[in-house]
């Protein structure tokens, strides 16, 4: 027997077969990511409570935002985080279940791999359920009519029915409906564009109560007047000119030198620039604005010339806050003066004012005529609680796009995937060959969210389970499921209980993809690499240290 050849580094390991399959199931299903959200799905949903690096709290039950505040070892868990983020990202709601589909799909795989089955074949049977759940879904999935607020009104509460929220009901549904309906725009062939992240502000201000949020058509920002004595802090149907140029005296590039000869000199330069400055406050007023919204800088001088003109000004503003702006009262963004026409006056607001609202002035651009932004108004007791809204309306506010998007609903309750899972079990008879039984699993595996949902409204799982696969059985009945907040048996339909389709599809494809590529990992190199080529490695915010899984590394995306 030769002395062993030494290939990898001494302080490098390797794992390889299904010892690596084991411990990538084990850490994505079992121990870390699948069991802390599992608790946080469905109406009757436990609060987690994070303590972030900055020392602050996180308490909230969003999948996705407990997972992003986790600071994870194995690779595996790190790859179960992307899915819910890539599910976030794209509709915006189902973080909770993507993981705990996936991580039931892993889960059952298990058991092939004991029996040593390759998993590439595991693999294949998975892609056949998921193209014949997504075929189950298209047959249950029934139109609505977008423009009926009541369908939508349900459709949005039974998506937010699993959050904090729910308490307060419609009213985030509302809001979430209205901000919605406002920025959508018809691209034409029935297509709507809603961008939700672009036009629709959510301004947190503590205080007050919950129902004093709203939905303001038009926009507020964080600023006050200029000069608050002088200029009108109140205007009707005002007219609005922004900028995105400076209202003061340029300043040269780099540092310049003049030396004057003459005392007179000196008095000429101090003249051309306020000349020059009231020039560009002469090209402003001839369109006899209202009011005047810079991104930039704004002289005393040229404040002077405007309050004297009555018009109200606002300097330093956000782009993005402009941008809305813009939007909502129909103005357009100019960057020279001089360049001003009178189509880029903003005339659609009708009402111009500053309010002070807790111990902050904000500006008001409101009741305007056709805005295609807007700000939603959070108020509430305390910072934790906002937070927590605001991130229930922004998940509110995803399933309506989704659903203008895609008018397209699915029983929501766990009725879907029992449905799914159901008629899987028939389908996994015709089936040849050894994808036989990992596909019937894969059925199997869907029934993890009815069975979640049960539990966590602690009703009896067995019996409710049982039940439910009783009237599923042939693939039919399909809309009944588990009412999330009693726990009892009934008919989604009556209910209200429902989901969005793309939300449901994007889903499962999230779910099944991931599973498949953890299954297909089988061999994790890890250890520390010593040198790094220059510029290979990411920036130097902490000595990197390679988890076991330098093998993956193509999915994972640092933090």
Known sequence: MQAPVLVLKDSLKRESGSKVQHANIQASK????????????????????LLDAGGGIVVTNDGNAILRELDLAHPAAKSMIELSRTQDEEVGDGTTSVIVLAGEMLHVAEAFIDKKYHPTVICRAYNGA??????????????????????????????????????????????????????????????????????IKVEKVPGGQLEDSKVLTGVMINKDVIAPGKMRRKIVNPRIILLDCPLEYKKGENQTNAELVKEE??????????????????????FKPDVV????????????????????????????????????????????????QESDVGTGAGLFEVKKIGDEFFAFIVDCKDPKACTVLLRGASKDLL????????????????????????PGGGATELTVSATLKQKSSSIEGIEKWPYEAAAVAFEAIPRT???????????????????HANGENAWMGIDGSTGVISDMKDR???????????TFKTAIEAACMLLRIDDIVSGIKKKQAPGAGQAPSKPKIEEEGDADNEQMIPE
């Open 293 to 340: 919204i810079t991104e930039k800088g704004l002289s005393d001088l040229a404040c002077h010339y405007l309050s004297k003109a009555g018009v109200s000004a606002i300097r330093r503003l956000r782009k993005t806050d402009n941008n809305r702006i813009a939007k909502a009262c129909g103005a357009v963004i100019v960057n020279r003066p001089d360049e001003l």
């Open 387 to 410: 937070n927590e809204v605001e991130r229930n309306l922004q998940d509110a506010m995803c399933v309506a796009r989704n659903i203008i998007k895609n008018p397209k609903l699915v």
């Open 265 to 286: 000199d000196w008095g000429v330069l101090l003249k051309m620039e306020e000349e020059y400055i009231e020039n560009i406050c002469m090209q402003i007023l001839k």
């Open 30 to 49: 079992h121990r870390a990511v699948a069991d802390i959200i599992r608790t946080t799905l469905g109406p009757r949903s436990m609060l987690k409570m």
């Open 496 to 506: 209200k209980i429902w989901d969005a389709y793309n939300v449901k599809a994007q």
């Open 453 to 471: 949902l049960a539990q966590n409204c602690g009703v009896n799982v067995i019996r409710t389970m049982t039940a439910l696969q009783g009237m």
């Open 130 to 199: 998921l193209e014949d759940a997504i075929a189950v879904l298209d047959k249950i999935a029934i139109s609505i009519d977008v423009k009926d607020r009541s369908t939508m009104l349900e459709l949005v509460k039974s998506c937010i029915g699993t959050k904090f929220t729910s308490q307060f009901g419609d009213l985030i549904a509302d809001l979430a409906i209205d901000a919605t309906m406002t920025v959508g725009v018809d691209l034409g062939q029935g297509l709507r564009e809603v961008d939700i992240k672009k036009y």
